[in-house]
C-alpha cells in the first residue's frame, strides 16, 4: 500500500464514521398477508437478510413489483417500493435505474407476471442487461386469483381455467433467458433452501447486469402437493458448484448429495442444464461479468437539475401542445 | 614507436600534450556522430506540437506522427501524395523553427507551407487537406532551453483542466443536492403549500377552476410539514456560501497563480492559501455527508471542528490545484537545492522542474576536476531517497517519448521531480540542443529514470530505466560503417560512452589527444574500463574530424576515471532496477555450486509404483442429534413462512437470520408443538416428548407426532 492510498482510507473513514447498522426487522414493514406456509415468505427473509448483510440504505434500495402473490413483496419492505402493473415491473425498474443508477434496484415478480402479459418486457430487460436482480417467484400458477394455470404449469394440470389439464408443456423461463442476446446471469434456487436461495441471491447482487433468478417456489394453498416429491427427497435436487459459482457447505452436501461442478461461463452447458428438471438444478448457470450494461452505455453526465428537467419536459409537451391563441385565430 | 607510446602514455597520465601539430581537438566529433549535424534534414519525434484545450495525454504531439496519422486516414488515391508533401512540409518547418524558434503552429505550417507552393501548386491543397485532418491548435517548438519547461507545464496545464473539471463536476453536484435540500423543506414546509404558491404552481390557464385556500387548508391539515433543524439549515447555508466563494479554480477549470520559478515564492503562496483550502476541503466533507443524509451532529460537530488542524493529507490537497515550481538548474545555488529537497520532503502537492542546460560544467571546488551531472543528480538521488515522491530524469530529446510518464507524475498524489537536461549549453558548437540531450542518455550521463511510489511496494516495482538504450550493456554498443584506407568498405562495433560524450563539449578539447597513427598500445575506452589497472596501454575513443577521417583519440586518465564513475553509477541504477542484481548473482552462483557438488538423483525404474493422488476427504462431522425428548427445530431449512409462530410465538421465535428455533418449549402445549410440526411445510419441526403428562388428549397427540419424532 502507497503513502497515498493510506492517507486516502484516513479521508474515507472521516467520511464514513457515520456506518448505519440495520437489523433484519429494519427491513421489515407491516404483516406478510401470504397464505401460511407460502415460499414468498423465504424469498423475503433472504432479501432482508441480504439487506442487512450488504448494509444497504433502505433509502437508497428499491423493490419493484408487477401484479400476483410475488408483487406484495414489496410492502412488507421497509424500503422504497413500487408495486406496479401487471407485467410491467421491469420497465418501471429500468426508468428507475436509467434516472437514478446509484440506487440498488430488485424486482419482483411472478411466473403470469413475467412470463405470460410481461413476457415483452422480460426479454428485452435481459438484453438491456442493466444493473439489477429480478426474481422470478415461480410458483406455476396463478395463486392471487385462485389457481388458474400459468404459462409455467405442469403438462395436464387441472385448474379452474383448465378443467381437464392443460395441453400444453410448461415454458421453460430459464432456457428462454439463456437464449436473449446479452443475457449475463441466470440462476434457478427452490425456495426451500434457504441457505441456497440467500446464497444465489447474494451472488445475483454481486453481478453487475441484468441477474435472472428463477426460484422455485412452492404454492401451499393450491398446489400443495404439486412440489413434494422434490422437497422430501434430496436425490431430487442437483447442486451446481463451482469456485466462481457457489461455493456450497459441508452442512448442505450431507443432506443434497447430488452434485455437479458447472462453471458458470460454459453457455451450452448451461442450456442443457436448463433444460432439465428432474433431479431440479439449483445454482448459477451462467454468468458473464463482461456484457455492458444499458444504463452506462446511456450514462447521461448532466446534472439533473430541475431546470434541465422541466426544460426538457416542456419541450416534449410543447410537441403536442395546441396553444389557445392559435386555435383562436 | 617507443617515443611515441611515452608521449601518449604521458599525455594519458598527466594530460600534458607532446606536439601542437595534432589536428586542432575542438574540431573533433564522436565518430557515431559522423552522420548527425543537421537534424533539419532529418525525421524524428521533434518538433513538438503542444496543443491547446486538448485532454493530457493529446497535449503533446509529434508533428512527424500527426503527418503520418493524415496520411494513413486519408483516401487510398491521395495517402501517397499527402505523405510526400507533409514530409516537405515537415522538413520547412524543422528549418524555419532552428532559425526562428518556436512559434503558432498554424502560422509555421501555413508559411512554410506557402512558401513550398512556388515549387509545387498542389502543396498547397495537400497542406490544407493534413492541415483539417491535424484538427489541432497550439504551438510548435523544437529543442531548445526553453522547451523543457514550456512541455512541463502544458502537461501541467491539461492535468490541472482535468482536475478543474472533475472538481467543478463534484461541486455542481453537491451544490445541487444542497440546494434541493433547501428546496424539499421549502416545498414541503408551509410556504410550499401556501395559497400563492400553489395558485403560481397551477398557471392562469385554469386558476378559476380552484379554490387555493382551500386547497392550500387541505394539503396544511393532511401531511405535517417538514422542517429543517435551524443549525442544520444554516450549516447547509454556510456550506453553500464557501463552495460557491472558492477561488481555487474559475468556472472555465483554469487555476491561477499556482505556477512558479522558485520555491520560496511557492511555498509563501501555499501557506497564505492554506487557511481558504482547509476551509474548502472542510466544507466539501460536510457536504459529502449532508448530501448523503449522513451528518450527525454529535459526532461530527466536534471532528470538523479540527478539520486540517493536523495539515490537510495529501489525498484532500490533491483536489485542490498543485503548485508548478520551474527552475532553471544552472541558477540554482545549494540553498535553493536544499529548499527543493526539504518542499519536497514536506510532502505538498507540489510539482518542481529542475532543467538543467549543463551537465558538463566544471566542479567548483577543484580545478580541472570534472563531475558529470553533478548538481542535477544530488537533486534526483535526494527525492528518490525520499521514497514518496515521484521522480523523473529525462533528457528534452525524450521527453516526448516520456510523455505517459511525465503525466502519471503531474497527476501523482503528492510531490513529484522532474529534473530534464536541455542539451542548450553553448559549449557544442552547432550541434543542437537535440543532438546533446540524445548523447547524455546514450553515454549514460543522463539516463532516463523514473521512480513512481505508486507503482507498488518494492524497487522492482517503482523503479524504471527500461527508456534507456540497451539497458543489459554498460553502453549501446552500434554498427559504424567506414572507408579503409584500401577504399574498401568496412564496418566496426563502437559503444557510445561519457568520452565520446564530452567530446562535444569545447571545453573538454584539453582531455583528448588526436592520434596521427595506430598503435598497439592503444585500447579502446571501454575495454580499458573492463581491463583495469592499464599497464602500459593507452585508452581512445574513434572521432572524425572536420574531413569526416576516422582517427583515434586518446583520453586522459581523468577523463577515464569520470567514465568510470558514469558506469558505477548506471550499474547501481541496473541492480537496483533487477538488472545484474549481485545479491540475486552470488545467490545463484552458490546455488549452482551446491547442485554441482550434489549427487545426481536416484534414477526410478520405469513402471515404478505410481505416486497416490491425494485426496482430502471432507471430514464427516455429526451434529449432535438432539435427545427427541426435547422438541427441536432444524433451524436452518427454515423457509421462515410464518406457520409455527402463527401458532405460538413464544415456543416458535426467529433468529437473527429469520429462521424459527425453539424459544420456550414450555410457553405452549404439546398440542401447539404437534400442530406445528405437522403445519410445517418443509417437515423441520420435531415435537419430541410430552412435557406435561396431565395435558388431556396425549395419546392421540403421539400418534399424531410419531412421523415427527
Known sequence: MTAATEQASVNECLLKLYDEQHEIEDYQKGVPRWCSGCGDNAILAAVQRLCRDEKLAPEKTVFVSGIGCSSRLPHYMNTYGFHGIHGRALPVAEGVKLARPDLTVFVNTGDGDCCSIGAAHWIHAVRYNMNMVMMLHDNQIYGLTKM?????????????????????????????????????????????????????????????GFSFVRIVQRCPEW????????????????????????????????????????????????????????????????????????????????????DLIRNGLEAEFDKFTVWPETVNA | MQIDLQNQLAFFLTGRRSSDSEPRPSAIRPALFARYRDLTELRYDFPLVIAHGAPPEKTLRSLSRMVDDAALAADETDRLRLARHGQRIERAVRKHLAAKGPGDFATVWHSCASELVTEDAVIGDSAMTLWNSFATDGDILDADAAMPARVVKAAWNSVQAEKAKQFNAR?????????????????????????????????????????????????????????????????????????EGQKFYTESGESIGFVFDNCADAVRSHNERRAEAVKLLRALAIAELEAAGNYREKTHDVLFENYGHNGLELSELGQLPDYLICTDGGAIDAAETARIVEVLAAGLPFKILVRTDDVLE????????????????????????????????????????????????????????????????????????YLVAAAAVESRVFPTITY?????????????????????????????????????????????????????????????????DISEAMIPVDEALRSAPLRDRVPYTAVVGEDLKLRRALIDNRLLREAERCRAMWHSLQELAGIHNSHAERLLAAER??????????????????????????????????????????????????????????????????????????????????????????GIIHPGKPRNPKEPGLDDLLARAQPFL
Open chain 1, 148 to 208: 388458474q394455470a400459468s404459462p409455467t404449469s405442469p403438462l395436464g394440470l387441472k385448474s379452474n381455467t383448465t378443467p381437464r389439464g392443460t395441453y400444453l408443456d410448461a415454458l421453460n423461463p430459464l432456457t428462454v433467458t439463456l437464449g436473449i442476446s446479452n443475457v449475463s446471469f441466470v440462476a434457478q434456487v427452490v425456495d426451500w433452501i434457504p441457505e441456497l436461495l440467500y446464497q444465489t441471491i447474494a451472488a445475483a447482487y454481486h453481478h453487475k
Open chain 2, 593 to 682: 555450486k551446491r547442485a554441482e557438488s550434489a549427487p545426481a538423483p536416484d534414477q526410478s525404474p520405469v513402471g515404478g509404483a505410481p505416486v497416490p493422488e491425494i485426496v482430502t476427504a471432507e471430514p464427516e462431522t455429526v451434529a449432535a442429534e438432539p435427545s427427541s425428548d426435547d422438541p427441536y427445530i432444524e433451524t436452518s431449512r427454515c423457509t421462515s413462512c410464518n406457520e409455527c409462530t402463527n401458532v405460538n410465538p413464544k415456543v416458535f421465535a426467529y433468529n437473527d437470520n429469520k429462521q424459527a428455533y425453539i424459544a420456550d418449549a414450555d410457553a405452549g402445549t404439546y398440542r401447539q408443538l404437534v400442530e406445528a410440526a405437522e403445519g410445517c411445510q418443509v
Open chain 1, 223 to 306: 398446489l400443495p402437493k404439486l412440489m413434494d416429491p422434490w422437497l422430501h427427497d434430496p436425490e431430487r435436487v442437483l447442486l451446481l458448484h463451482h469456485e466462481n459459482g457457489l461455493r456450497v457447505s459441508t452442512d448442505l452436501t450431507r443432506t443434497y448429495r447430488k452434485l455437479e461442478e458447472h462453471d458458470p461461463s460454459d453457455i451450452n452447458r448451461a442450456r442443457e442444464i436448463a433444460s432439465s428438471w428432474d433431479p431440479i438444478p439449483v445454482g448459477i448457470l451462467y454468468r458473464d461479468e463482461n456484457v455492458p450494461c444499458y444504463e452506462d452505455l446511456r450514462h447521461d453526465t448532466r446534472l439533473r437539475t430541475s
Open chain 2, 362 to 433: 566544471p566542479s567548483v571546488v577543484a580545478e580541472g576536476h570534472v563531475a558529470l551531472g553533478l548538481r542535477s543528480r544530488q537533486i534526483v538521488d535526494a527525492s528518490i531517497g525520499l521514497t514518496d515522491v515521484f521522480v523523473l530524469q529525462a533528457a528534452a530529446s525524450r521527453l516526448f517519448a516520456n510523455r505517459a510518464r511525465l503525466l502519471s507524475g503531474l497527476s501523482y498524489d503528492g510531490p513529484a521531480l522532474f529534473s530534464v537536461f536541455s542539451g542548450a549549453n553553448g559549449h557544442t558548437g552547432d550541434f543542437s540542443p
Open chain 2, 452 to 516: 513512481d511510489p505508486s507503482a507498488g511496494g518494492d524497487w522492482a516495482s517503482r523503479l524504471d530505466i527500461s527508456d534507456n538504450p540497451s539497458t543489459d550493456d554498460d553502453w549501446p554498443v552500434h554498427r559504424f560503417a567506414f572507408e579503409d584506407a584500401d577504399l574498401q568498405s568496412n564496418s566496426e562495433s563502437l559503444p557510445f560512452t561519457p568520452a565520446d560524450f564530452t567530446a562535444l563539449d569545447d571545453r573538454f578539447a584539453r582531455h583528448y589527444s588526436v592520434a596521427d
Open chain 2, 171 to 243: 461541486t455542481a453536484r453537491l451544490l445541487h443536492a444542497l440546494k434541493g435540500i433547501l428546496l424539499a423543506e421549502d416545498i414541503g414546509g408551509g410556504a410550499g403549500r401556501s395559497p400563492e404558491r400553489l395558485r403560481s404552481a397551477v398557471g392562469s390557464s385554469f386558476a378559476g377552476a380552484f379554490d387555493f385556500n382551500e386547497l392550500s387548508r387541505i394539503l396544511v391539515s393532511s401531511k405535517p410539514a417538514t422542517a429543517l433543524s435551524d443549525s442544520r439549515r444554516d450549516r447547509i447555508n454556510q456550506l453553500i456560501a464557501t463552495i
